[in-house]
């Protein structure tokens, strides 16, 4: 199968902003969601990326998506657009335990987090249950 037919039908597969940030090298930025309650991925959670503006503290999406089967959400951003700053990742955690029919304390789980170096690859990781999360710099 040609090339130019390989990029048309990933583009009714995959939107757009996605196609962008997963055709070049690997995303520098990467989360990985554990449903500690009961053992499994956090999967189908749906989150967003943020940069915020260093001189209006004001928030800029960077983009949207949910986690796989595995509870990872690959193509965060590229390389090309990862710059110092400060970031934020927010979980939509209620969503996800009302899709399994369950309640949770916390409605959304925001990470705010800095980035020094670009060049250096970082891992979010969130630990999750309905009345309680955890969070670290993974590797």
Not at 82 to 105: D, H, L, N, P
Request: glycine share 8%; net charge positive; hydrophobic share 35%.
């Amino acid at each position: 199968m040609s090339a130019y037919r390989l990029q048309q039908l990933k583009g009714h597969i995959l939107p757009e902003n996605k196609i962008t940030a997963m055709a070049g090298s690997p995303s520098p930025l990467t989360t990985h969601v554990l449903n500690t309650a009961m053992g499994v991925p956090g999967s189908n959670l749906a989150l967003s990326l943020y940069r915020q503006d260093p001189c209006t503290n004001a928030w800029s999406l960077i983009t949207t998506g949910s986690t796989n089967d595995d509870g990872r959400c690959p193509g965060l951003i590229t390389r090309q657009m990862f710059i110092s700053g400060v970031y934020k990742i927010r979980f939509e955690t209620a969503q996800y335990w009302e899709s399994m029919g369950e309640t949770c304390f916390y409605p959304y789980v925001e990470i705010i987090f800095t980035i020094d170096d670009p060049g250096k690859k970082y891992h979010i990781p969130l630990l999750l249950s309905r009345f309680s999360y955890s969070t670290y710099r993974g590797s």
